[in-house]
């Protein structure tokens, strides 16, 4: 079923009037500190009180559609002071992200196998960055769902959403299942149409422990991480054989030089950016042109695409992947193209490094727990012993790691040791 948005009318303008003092405060606002723009486009009305308001939002590189469900309550015992948004003529708007109204009306519309799941009791995740995530529970009052209402939208597919729903149709549970999803059509800005997402319910996890959190811990307690890494390798795997039997793979011409022209483009970007990393062009070079001359590499295929420890967790003695998004500021061409499914494994051996120095190791004692960790993943994966998936993984590292460099000098810049030492031993 796909929801199609009304034109705005003159209650959605009013409500827009009341946005311009609200949504500044929300922490999923992309436009703080600025004076945006603000203008409805559409809305898509759930029920006679429940809407969700289409906010068109510009502000310099901000140009975004932003999703607002609201709730017009019904007389002042209806009102929550905390959910209010304000009044406007009779009307006082509520906030309705986590309402049951509003709950209700969405799961009546959705898609998907839908989950028996009790609205009265919904509980809004706060602290949450770019979206709003609400944990549904069902009769017996256990978490049972936890559904992403997405405040920013686009066109087109949504890899958050879409992968995970092939992965579990390609018959794979190691991702936390879609139970309903919610497409809506609506008026671009620029005039056109746009179809896209509104949300989605996902199965919930329960007494999930965060992989990286969990690698810190095992770090800060001196405690090998190595099983669960041949475990996590496993996962990986089998993550990455649904997603060819969902999606297929490809073959590409000539892949060594495209991957070791993407390499160089990578230090030469690092470099203009961090100095010192030039001092290391000859020993990248050198793993490029390694690269460059390999006569064949793997098939692409869809990918994680930023995967790392932070995006896996762990629960019920395995573990589950999550956030299929890719890196969020690539364009949507960039995060749903092809690649190889080594670079997942790269980020996640990337992840040691940083767990370890979180952790509070240091030097051989640093060195050792993520080797053991190292070692593990890729025998988990199936990857050790390979020397063309070690050239491989080693390009795909270093450029990781270039990023991270530059990512660090200019957001962490006490953290910068981090990359760097992984940088040195990767070139050594």
């Known amino acids: 079923m796909i929801l199609d948005a009304l034109p705005p009318d003159d209650v959605d303008h009013e409500v827009v009037e009341l946005l311009r003092g609200w949504l500044p405060e929300r922490r999923w606002y992309p436009a703080k500190g600025v004076d945006a723009r603000l203008a409805a486009v559409g809305a898509v009305h759930l029920a006679d009180d429940v809407r969700v308001l289409l906010v068109h939002a510009r502000a310099g590189a901000v140009d975004v559609v932003l999703q607002v469900p609201v709730r017009f309550a019904h007389g002042a015992a209806d009102v929550d002071a905390g959910l209010t948004i304000g009044v406007t003529g009779a009307r006082t708007v509520l906030d309705a992200a986590g309402d049951a109204r509003f709950l209700a009306a969405w799961l009546a519309q959705a898609d998907g196998p839908g989950a028996a799941v009790d609205v009265t009791a ?242 051989a004692a640093a060195q050792a727990w993520t080797q053991d960790a190292r070692d593990a993943l890729l025998d988990g994966y199936g990857a050790a012993g390979d020397p063309t998936s070690a050239l491989l993984l080693r390009a795909l590292e270093l450029d990781k790691t270039l990023y991270e460099v530059v990512y660090e000098a200019r957001n962490r810049p006490t953290w910068v040791p981090i990359p760097r030492a992984g940088l040195d031993r990767l070139l050594d």
């Open 122 to 363: 919904a509980r809004v995740v706060t602290g949450e960055q770019s979206n709003t995530s609400v944990v549904l529970p069902g009769a017996d009052g256990a978490p049972l769902g936890i559904l992403k209402v997405l405040r920013t939208l686009a066109g087109g597919e949504n890899p958050d959403i879409d992968v995970p729903r092939r992965l579990v149709e390609a018959g794979w549970d190691g991702v936390p299942a879609p139970l309903a999803w919610v497409r809506a059509r609506w008026q671009a800005p620029d005039g056109g149409e746009a179809l896209g997402y509104l949300g989605v319910l996902s199965a919930f996890v329960p007494g999930a422990q965060d992989g990286f959190e969990l690698a810190c811990d095992h770090a800060r307690d001196g405690r090998a991480f190595a099983d669960l890494a041949r475990e996590l390798g496993t996962t990986v795997a089998g993550m990455h054989d649904a997603l060819v039997r969902a999606l297929g793979e490809e073959q590409v011409p000539d892949g060594g030089a495209v991957l070791a022209r993407a390499l160089l483009d990578r230090l030469a970007w690092a470099a203009a950016a961090v100095p010192w990393v030039a001092a290391r062009t000859t020993a990248v070079r050198a793993v490029a042109d390694e690269v460059a001359a390999l006569a064949t590499t793997p098939a692409r295929q869809r990918v994680h695409g930023d995967l790392h420890l932070g995006q896996v967790l762990r629960s019920t003695g395995r573990w589950f992947v999550i956030d299929f998004e890719g890196e969020p500021l690539a364009p949507l061409a960039a995060r749903t193209r092809p690649d190889l499914a080594l670079r997942d494994v790269a980020g996640v051996l990337r992840s040691f490094d940083y767990a370890a120095a979180v952790g509070g190791l240091t030097g």
